[in-house]
């Protein structure tokens, strides 16, 4: 089993609504996002997956998440913003746009340079 990693960033702003601290004001993070993808079959050029096409997916994920505030965002109109369901959220978006014969494996949300959330599907 082969596993690929791609990392980027993004900007967005959020407050939780149900959390009691400084984190229900308004505040921004520069999130820092890492995407592992498997699979056991590599291509005629040796490769899972070239790193430029899954950094391309990720940052179609992305842009929607990119400078915006997520609390405005329709998939967090209801759903707490937080490092855990952006992760969910990133990982959901992004396994709809692998080509067959890849999984998931999971994705990592770095809120603070020290802070990180990391998710993955049950096998």
């Known amino acids: 089993m082969y596993t690929v990693c791609v990392e980027d960033w993004f900007a967005a702003a959020h407050y939780l609504r149900k959390y009691h601290g400084k ?8 999130y820092r996002v890492k995407v ?3 699979g056991a079959q590599l ?26 505030d997520l609390n405005a ?12 369901n952006i992760s969910r959220y ?7 746009l692998l ?7 999971g994705v ?7 802070n990180s959330v990391l998710y993955q599907e049950d096998a």
Do not use: Q, W
């Open 90 to 96: 990133i990982f959901d978006s992004l396994k709809a």
């Open 108 to 114: 990592e949300v770095f809120e603070t340079e020290k």
């Open 43 to 68: 291509d005629e050029g040796g490769m899972l997956i070239d790193f430029s096409i899954l950094k391309k997916h990720l940052k179609t994920v992305l842009e929607n998440l990119d400078h915006h």
């Open 23 to 30: 984190c229900e004001n308004p505040h921004g993070h520069n």
């Open 36 to 38: 592992y993808v498997s």
């Open 99 to 105: 080509p067959s014969g890849l999984r998931m494996k």
């Open 73 to 84: 965002t329709p998939y967090f109109a209801e759903l707490e913003p937080s490092a855990e």
